[in-house]
Nanobody, 127 residues
Framework: QVQLVESGGGLVQAGGSLSLSCTAS????????MGWFRQAPGKEREFVAAISWSSSSTSYTNSVKGRFAISRDNAKNTAYLRMNSLKPEDTAVYYCAADVNWSLPVLPATARSYDYWGQGTQVTVSS
C-alpha cells in the first residue's frame, strides 16, 4: 500500500503561481510513476502531468504545457507540481496518483492506470 498526501492548494489570482506537493508513504521502495490529475465541478477527472521514477521522462496535457512543471525528489518521497501563469480554467481539485506497475516507455495518462490516489487539494484561480 502507498499513501499519498497533497498540500499547497489555495486561492490565487489569474496570472499567479502555486506549487503543489505530494508526499508518499508506505511501500515506497519500488519505482513508481507519479501523476497529477484535476477535476473541476461537473467535469471528469483529467490528466495534468506525469513523471517517471528517474525524472528522465515527463508528460503534460496540452493545456498546461509551458506553464506547469512536474518534478520529484525520491529521497523525500515527494512529487511537486509548479503551476505558473494560472488561468481561471485551471480551477479544480488536484489529485496526485502513483502507478506502481507501469513498465512502458510512454507515461500513463489515464486515471485507471494509477493504483493509489491522494485526497485532493483545491486550487482556485480568480479572474
Amino acid at each position: 500500500q502507498v499513501q499519498l498526501v497533497e498540500s499547497g492548494g489555495g486561492l490565487v489570482q489569474a496570472g499567479g503561481s502555486l506549487s503543489l506537493s505530494c508526499t508518499a508513504s508506505g511501500r515506497t521502495f519500488r519505482p513508481y510513476v507519479m501523476g497529477w490529475f484535476r477535476q473541476a465541478p461537473g467535469k471528469e477527472r483529467e490528466f495534468v502531468a506525469a513523471i517517471s521514477w528517474s525524472s528522465s521522462s515527463t508528460s503534460y496535457t496540452n493545456s498546461v504545457k509551458g506553464r506547469f512543471a512536474i518534478s520529484r525528489d525520491n529521497a523525500k518521497n515527494t512529487a511537486y507540481l509548479r503551476m505558473n501563469s494560472l488561468k481561471p480554467e485551471d480551477t479544480a481539485v488536484y489529485y496526485c496518483a502513483a502507478d506502481v506497475n507501469w513498465s512502458l516507455p510512454v507515461l500513463p495518462a489515464t486515471a485507471r492506470s494509477y493504483d493509489y490516489w491522494g485526497q485532493g487539494t483545491q486550487v482556485t484561480v480568480s479572474s
